[in-house]
């Protein structure tokens, strides 16, 4: 526990023979439980989990593997808990795990996200160029500032895990931008937190090509539906000028597309929920 506050690790796996064992022994010693989820690895990653909790999957996807740990968690952990996000490859530095969890146990957040400020230096150029690509698509689609939506390293609060809609869900590589899209269109606060990126010859699994459009097209669509269901369940009158805006921006002048975003932003920020009551 940290704080008092139950932690629990939840790590997707792939073929992560190489790197999983070292991961497992940079837990810190504040986490109560970890899952292991091997995501139909050949490998033989999903033997290496040791004393963790492990979950099999037949190759779902990265962000069908990570729902699947959070929800082991629900069922093993009795109280309230904070569930961390690690990837399997070594990417994500242990010591950065205190930072991720302090804004949730201060109750200043439901979702913090770890943002890599050192990445230039370190990530290669064409993923540097889609991270920058996929963070301005991923601001618009939220309504609030995301600036590196790529990475993985995040802690949600149980709070959170447990109102989750888990049957509509994203599998693939794209699940980061997808989960702030539902923090974002249920009010969840999300906080920003800086950690290390670390790349010392792991391989991304990630087609820039083809992954790039893929959740672009996501995005948009996501744009456009959470502003819809908003407007059904949470109207105000931010949304009002937002619709008026769009559309006028198609018919008229694509300028007042910004005046859009400024009120999405508005609205986005008028139903954020209090992080002081319930928490996690």
């Known amino acids: 526990m940290y704080q008092g506050v139950g932690i629990g690790v939840v790590i997707p796996a792939r073929n992560e023979a190489e790197h999983l064992p070292g991961v497992l022994a940079g837990i810190p010693s504040f986490v109560d439980k970890v899952v292991v989820v091997d995501d139909g690895s050949t490998d ?115 709070q959170v895990l447990k109102s989750w809609n888990w049957e509509n869900s994203w599998k693939g590589y794209g699940y980061p931008n997808w989960w702030l899209m539902g923090l974002s269109e249920r009010g969840w606060r999300i906080a920003h937190v800086p950690v290390k990126a670390i790349y010392e010859g792991q391989k991304s699994g990630i087609r820039v090509s083809t992954f790039l459009p893929k959740v672009a097209l996501m995005l948009l669509i996501g744009l456009h539906t959470r502003i819809f269901r908003n407007t059904l369940n949470n109207p105000s009158l931010a949304l009002v000028i937002t619709w008026a805006t769009y559309i006028a921006g198609w018919i008229y002048n694509p300028l007042l597309f910004v005046v859009t975003h400024i009120s999405d932003r508005i609205h986005v920020s008028s139903i954020l929920r209090d992080a002081n009551e319930n928490t996690r």
């Open 44 to 158: 033989g990653t999903g033997d290496l989990a040791g004393d963790a909790e492990l979950v099999r999957l037949n190759g779902q996807g990265v962000g069908a593997a990570i729902d699947s740990g959070h929800q082991h968690l629900l069922k093993i952990m009795d109280a309230d808990f904070i569930s961390v996000v690690m990837a399997g490859d070594g990417q994500m530095d242990p010591e950065d795990m205190e930072d991720l969890i302090e804004p949730i146990v201060n109750r200043k957040a439901h979702h913090v996200k770890g943002e890599r400020l050192d990445r230039a230096g370190k990530m290669p150029i064409y993923r540097r160029v889609g991270t920058f690509i996929l963070s301005i698509l991923t601001t618009l689609a939220c309504g609030q500032n995301i600036r590196d939506p790529q990475c993985g390293y995040t802690a949600t609060s149980s």
